[in-house]
């Protein structure tokens, strides 16, 4: 008996986030790229909750595996500890407690009684390593980071969510953005079920937040290209500027200026 995968050329999410050398800038993801591979996984997970008569409950997700192709499109691998979802006339399944540790769900750690929401918190604690770039359990940080948890969310509730960000995205996404990620990771961490959006309100609001970003790149794109018309507009002023400017150049940066705004065109 053998089991066959799809091959995932790009590997795992979590060996694009923190599992590779610290001076290996070509594994890691844009901001993008983080928020598109939160919506795929979040859109299969949506599928299993929905997608039958019976919700099916993941139980084991994580960063490791959600899987990523070629294109970096994300799909959830592992489906081993996967557990059939309550009937219509129950809220939960009573089922003894598996999973990955750092990314069990509170509320069926302590009663046993798995749900949906579960996946959330699980799928929350991945949002928070997409946007912290480090592991769950780090035992190499200081005593009150290891847990990245209990230091992100710290840091979360008293506003300082820049201080959690990965270093590799500074300066590279806006402030609102990540407030607005955080709030909804927040939400999907809470101890409670009841508190956790379901997983297509999560999905929803993730799809919401990659719009902002892909018209943020587009503004930033047309800025570009005014800066570089602006940039072209003073060169044919300084070309035509009068006789006496150009007595003061050689004919061979005339010359030169010109070419250089024939090909603009």
């Not at 294109?71 to 990955?100: E, I, W, Y």
């Not at 939400?187 to 993730?206: A, F, V, Y």
């Not at 892909?214 to 060169?235: F, I, N, Q, R």
Request: glycine share 6%.
């Amino acid at each position: 008996m053998i089991i066959v995968y799809e091959f995932m050329e790009k590997g795992t999410l979590k060996s694009h986030l923190y599992d590779f050398d610290d001076d290996d800038d070509r594994k890691r993801l844009s901001w993008r790229q983080r928020l598109e591979v939160c919506v795929g996984a979040a859109r299969g997970l949506h599928y299993l909750h929905t997608g039958s008569a019976r919700a099916v409950i993941h139980r084991d997700v994580k960063s490791a595996n959600i899987m990523l192709d070629e294109s970096f499109m994300a799909k959830v691998a592992d489906f081993g500890l996967s557990k059939t979802g309550p009937d219509l006339d129950q809220t939960h399944v009573s089922t003894a407690v598996k999973g990955s540790f750092g990314y069990l769900d509170p509320e069926y750690l302590t009663r046993q009684q798995l749900t949906e929401k579960s996946d959330v918190y699980s799928f929350g604690v991945v949002m928070l390593e997409v946007i912290c770039g480090r592991a769950v359990i780090d035992p190499s940080l200081p005593r009150e980071e290891v847990n990245l948890i209990e230091w992100a969310m710290k840091l979360v509730k008293r506003g300082k969510v820049e201080e959690i960000l990965d270093h590799f995205l500074e300066g590279k996404v806006k402030s609102e953005e990540v407030k607005k990620y955080c709030e909804l990771t927040e939400k999907c961490l809470g101890q409670n079920g009841s508190e956790r959006p379901t997983m297509g309100n999560l999905l929803w609001n993730l799809e919401f937040l990659l719009q902002v970003q892909a018209k943020d790149e587009k503004a930033a794109m047309v800025d570009d290209d005014d800066l570089e018309a602006s940039v072209v507009g003073s060169t044919v002023q300084f070309s035509v500027n009068g006789v006496g400017d150009i007595a003061r150049v050689s004919m061979s940066k005339v010359f030169a200026q010109m070419v250089v705004r024939e090909e603009t065109r």
